[in-house]
């Protein structure tokens, strides 16, 4: 399937929404106990195919305002915007994100480290 600019930035914007939301979840349940540390999603592959900073998508990534790192992974780091440095919630919340991404045909990963 072939998806438009605005179909684009509606994934991003719907893995962002849940990444709040599921960050917020994890807050209200466990509180902000856990260690110190960042995550991020990485987005790979759309239905299969490497996704490149020069083809349709890559660009249409860009413009939905996510980055390429350095390995050329397409990433948005603290997906969720959770005003905290708990690993686990910005786990959390990083996780919602790659599922949302999947639902939708990408290949895409929550990493994370401590600080």
Do not use: H
Not at 40 to 57: A, D, H, P, R, S
Not at 81 to 109: C, P, R
């Amino acid at each position: 399937m072939t998806l438009t600019q605005t179909q684009v930035a509606e994934i991003v914007n719907e893995a962002m929404e849940a990444a709040a939301v599921q960050a917020q979840q994890y807050y209200l349940k466990n509180g902000d106990r856990s260690a110190c540390g960042f995550a991020w999603v990485n987005i790979w592959e759309y239905e299969g195919v490497k996704i490149k900073g020069n083809t349709k998508l890559g660009k249409m990534l860009k413009a939905a305002g996510v980055r390429q790192d350095y390995t050329k992974a397409f990433q948005i780091w603290n997906p969720s915007k959770a005003a905290t440095q708990s690993l686990d919630i910005l786990e959390a919340g990083a996780d919602a994100a790659a599922d949302v991404f999947k639902k939708y045909g990408f290949t895409a990963y929550s990493g994370s480290r401590m600080d």
